[in-house]
Structures are given as structure tokens and as C-alpha cells.
């Protein structure tokens, strides 16, 4: 017999949008996700749903009501095995050295420069940063993350100063780190809105946020909505607000643009990437090159610099 989700959750409804602010009347709804995959036949599956929907003001796409765990470890209390086992998209020592040129050309880095790394996970962006001689911090809110990186930071006798916390409950003085990143993680957050602005308090001015997130204009989710769609199905492939790897928000670069306009921010690079598209690896040959081609990839990776 299969494992039921018994997660209890707070169904919290959303009147406006996280980042533009714009109101109800600009939702538009897109479908519905249950509390576990969909996969082809939704319709003979059971369990919780929430309705998926999208701001046509900036294009942030979320699930309203917004459903909460009753705990966060409900959620990310488990391995990074475990948590992964169906992605292979983790990143290499590659991908991060292409980070850290991006940054370069954006910022200089000099030694003994205070950077902060916002869910450390299994990342190991910190130890490339590290080796540029910069003065790095961590947070990781998840315990059993927290566990394994600290883990890993005393294997490799690093000097990483990593504390259990997320942005909300952490506190830095103000002005503190010329660099901030926060990789895949600001599309677990309930308030982003609320991360980047305590982000930006701590950010000394002209330093630099890097956010990597879920694109809300991927290829891949619009080819799943329209194959539902075509059957007289109200799903949606985009989020999974109730199940791994727990998505509550994808974005656009419109909803970073109407953010920097009520914070002291601007948008100093940004660009668009694909992994992988979930779908059998020979469609990847053509996919990936159209979807680099029209922007239209899984991620979006935003500079934020501030004023």
C-alpha cells in the first residue's frame, strides 16, 4: 500500500500579488494541483487540491489559497537523497565556476568580502566561493540540510560561518554583505516579497542579490497545460505547493521589474537556462535549443543590485 501525504496545512488566501502588488481582480486562474504528481491520468487520483493562478499585472504564478504545513520540517525534514532522487539536474563544480565568472563581471571580488549563501542545502557555491578568499556566511532553515552541510564544511575544514535559520528568523546588522544569493530557493518562500527586502537591509549599497528561480513562462509546463486542456482537464503542470520539490511560486523577470520599482533596487543582469524538460531525453535535442532560443527555459537567474 502506498505512503498517504498526512501533512496538515493552513489555507491561506491570497488578495494580492506577492511582488507587484496588484490585486484579485488581476488573477487569472490557470487549474488546480493535488498534494501529489498528477502524472497522465489526474482524474483517478485522490487528495488535496489548491487552485494554481497568475498575475496578469507581472506574471508571477502561485497557488491561491496558499497552502502552509502546520511545520516546515513537514516538508524539507528529509535527505537531500531523498529529496532529489527525481532530478537529476544538481549542479557541478562547471556550472558554479560559470556563476562565478557571471558575478565577476558584475562586481569585484576582493578578498575578505561578506557574502551570504540563503539555503545552503547541498550547494557547494560556498566552497567556490570560499576559495576566491571571500568571508562566507550560510543559512539553511531545514534541519536535515543543515545537518548535511555542516557535515560537509567540517570534512573540507572550511570556514563557513552556517547557521540554522531562515531570512525571517535571522538577523545581520544592516549594510553587512556586498553579496547575497539566493539558488533555488525563493520559489519555497510563502512571502518572497518579505526575503528580498530584509536581503536588501542587510545588502551594502551597490552590492549585488542573485536569485535563480522556476520561469513561470516554461516551455514544458504550457505543452502540459494544453495536452490537459485538448482531454477537458482542468490541471496544471506548473507548482507543487503540496509535494516534492515543493514550489509555491514561478517567475517572470516583468514581476523582479514591478518589484524594483517599490524597493531600492534595479535589475543589473538576467538570464534564462534549462536543465533538463522531463521528457524523453530524445526531445531534448531540439527542446533545449528553442527554449534557449525564445526564453522560454525552465530557470530565470536575476541580478539585483542595490541602489
Known amino acids: 500500500m502506498k505512503k498517504i501525504n498526512q501533512m496538515k496545512y493552513s489555507f491561506i488566501p491570497i488578495d494580492s500579488c506577492n511582488l507587484c502588488g496588484a490585486k484579485e481582480t488581476q488573477f487569472k486562474v490557470l487549474g488546480k494541483r493535488l498534494n501529489k504528481p498528477l502524472g497522465f491520468r489526474p482524474k483517478n487520483k485522490t487528495g488535496i487540491t489548491t487552485t494554481i493562478v497568475k498575475c496578469?499585472?507581472?506574471g508571477l504564478i502561485f497557488s491561491n489559497p496558499l497552502p502552509i504545513p502546520e511545520d516546515l520540517q513537514d516538508h524539507y525534514a528529509v535527505s537531500s537523497e531523498e529529496y532529489y532522487k527525481n532530478h537529476d539536474f544538481l549542479v557541478d563544480e562547471a556550472n558554479y565556476n560559470c556563476l562565478l565568472a557571471w558575478l565577476k563581471r558584475l562586481m569585484d571580488l576582493k578578498s575578505g568580502i561578506k557574502v551570504l549563501d540563503v539555503g545552503v542545502g547541498i550547494d557547494k557555491f560556498i566552497f567556490s566561493l570560499e576559495k576566491e578568499g571571500l568571508d562566507v556566511y550560510g543559512l539553511e532553515p531545514s534541519e536535515s540540510f543543515f545537518r548535511e552541510a555542516n557535515e560537509t564544511i567540517k570534512e573540507r575544514k572550511s570556514k563557513?560561518?552556517?547557521?540554522?535559520a531562515s531570512?525571517?528568523?535571522a538577523d545581520f546588522p544592516e549594510n553587512f554583505f556586498d553579496f547575497i544569493s539566493f539558488g533555488a530557493v525563493l520559489e519555497h518562500l510563502y512571502d518572497p516579497s518579505e526575503?528580498?527586502?530584509?536581503?536588501?537591509?542587510?545588502?551594502k549599497p551597490k552590492g549585488i542579490i542573485y536569485i535563480e528561480v522556476p520561469s513561470s513562462d516554461w516551455l514544458i509546463n504550457k505543452i502540459i497545460n494544453f495536452a490537459y486542456?485538448?482531454?477537458?482537464?482542468?490541471y496544471v503542470g506548473n507548482l507543487s505547493p503540496?509535494?516534492?520539490?515543493?514550489?509555491?511560486?514561478?517567475?517572470t523577470l516583468k514581476s523582479f521589474q514591478k518589484h524594483a520599482k517599490q524597493y531600492n533596487y534595479e535589475i543589473a543582469d538576467y538570464g534564462y537556462f534549462t536543465c533538463q524538460t522531463f521528457m524523453p531525453k530524445i526531445f531534448?535535442?531540439?527542446l533545449i535549443p528553442y527554449m534557449n532560443l525564445t526564453?522560454?527555459?525552465?530557470?530565470?537567474?536575476?541580478w539585483l543590485k542595490k541602489k
Open 195 to 203: 526575503n528580498i527586502v530584509k536581503a536588501l537591509k542587510w545588502l
Open 229 to 234: 486542456r485538448i482531454r477537458g482537464l482542468d
Open 167 to 169: 531570512v525571517e528568523n
Open 295 to 302: 526564453k522560454t527555459g525552465m530557470q530565470l537567474a536575476v
Open 56 to 58: 496578469k499585472n507581472c
Open 284 to 286: 531534448d535535442t531540439f
Open 242 to 251: 503540496m509535494h516534492m520539490p515543493y514550489h509555491l511560486y514561478e517567475f
Open 160 to 164: 563557513v560561518q552556517l547557521k540554522q
